[in-house]
């Protein structure tokens, strides 16, 4: 996707160092980052100059090169890989992305490992983009059924980020938009703002911005209103993990969204790569929901006169708050998983139909 016209991806591997667009700074600076150990690669993700569940396993996989190229040792690596895994409890692709690598890894040579471990990445960040694209082509099908149906504007409601920026290209949420935008399809994006960390605002909205999309920036708890308001045509979100049943765990205010969608009869879609897929658990309680430092909600970031990132407080000294950064979609809530491999029912039937 583009930035300033040049196309981009989130993260690459370039003279033994991982490159990151680092997110703490969008939308007002545009800064690409060296990781150049597994340590940097840890902290990237735990202060979410990356973020979105397929870029943190992507992280994850070059971390583990990272390690490699700074002590090929296997206890080092499994050190390394325990450590990734912890970095950030929910999304499910960290894990996965982890495993995976380590799987590759184990019982290496130490002359080849570097090698192998620099495909096996590279092939996980590939797979990612590819996967995320034909996401896009699927949902873009929805899409082009409701323009259809109407003369004019498509109106599409999406909640935090689950663009280009959150994956390595395209995005998974936003790839439909971007299919159908492509194609010629008039749209328009209402983007939630996501509080704490404004993720709509900050970054969906500065991407469909970018491409040339039109949108605009809400409030969170506004989404219910243009509903009724016959003002939203379809909902797409992404997940960090989605359940072998269908539940979907997503950033906290989801679950809202997909209330007033049902109320409202609103088609509610949730787009995520098979990645995401927590084939394991079938019981949402059993998911670790992440709860992140209380100075997120009772500070706020934004830019100065002088063009520089400034944090202040906007709650009262006293005041105790709780940051809970995910919540639980119910199946039933979900009208449909866009998925690589197409459109299935958020059950575990249809996605067992659509994962032979």
């Excluded at 490992?113 to 620099?118: S, V, W």
């Excluded at 909600?297 to 950064?325: C, F, M, T, W």
Aim: hydrophobic share 40%; proline share 3%.
């Amino acid at each position: 996707m583009k930035v300033n016209g040049k196309n981009f991806k989130t993260i690459w591997f370039e003279n033994d160092k991982v490159k990151i667009i680092d997110q703490t700074k969008l939308p007002h600076h545009f800064v690409i980052k060296d990781l150049f150990s597994v340590k940097d690669s840890i902290k990237a993700i735990k202060t979410m100059e990356v973020r979105g569940a397929p870029l943190i396993g992507a992280t994850a996989a070059y971390g583990l090169v990272l390690a490699i190229i700074e002590n090929n040792d296997l206890s080092f690596l499994k050190k390394a890989s325990d450590d990734l895994i912890a970095s950030r409890p929910t999304a499910i692709n960290l894990k996965w992305a982890v495993d995976r690598m380590m799987k590759k890894l184990i019982g290496v040579n130490n002359q080849d490992i570097l090698k192998i471990a620099l495909k096996e990445a590279k092939d996980i960040v590939d797979e990612d983009i590819e996967f995320c694209k034909k996401i896009g082509l699927n949902g873009l099908k929805i899409i082009e059924e409701i323009a259809e149906k109407k003369e004019d504007t498509v109106n599409i409601l999406t909640h935090c980020n689950a663009g280009w920026l959150a994956t390595i290209d395209w995005g998974t949420a936003t790839s439909p938009i971007y299919h159908a935008h492509q194609k010629g399809i008039k749209l328009h994006v209402w983007v939630d703002e996501t509080r704490p960390r404004n993720q709509g605002a900050n970054l969906t909205s500065y991407e469909l911005n970018e491409e040339g999309i039109s949108n605009t920036v809400i409030t969170d708890n506004a989404g219910g209103i243009l509903m009724q308001r016959g003002q939203v045509d379809m909902c797409i979100v992404g997940t960090d993990r989605t359940l072998s049943n269908g539940d979907v765990c997503n950033k906290v205010g989801t679950y809202l969204k997909a209330l007033a969608a049902k109320d409202n009869n609103v088609p509610f879609y949730v787009a995520l790569p098979s990645s995401t897929i927590d084939w394991n658990i079938n019981d949402h309680k059993k998911i670790p929901i992440e709860e992140r430092n209380s100075e997120e909600l009772s500070h706020v970031e934004g830019i100065d006169e002088n063009n520089e990132i400034k944090k202040v407080r906007i709650y009262p000294q006293k005041s105790k708050s709780l940051n809970l950064a995910f919540d639980i979609t119910p199946a039933k809530l979900v009208s449909g998983l866009i998925t690589e491999k197409g459109v299935c029912e958020a059950s575990k039937k249809g996605l067992k139909e659509l994962f032979k």
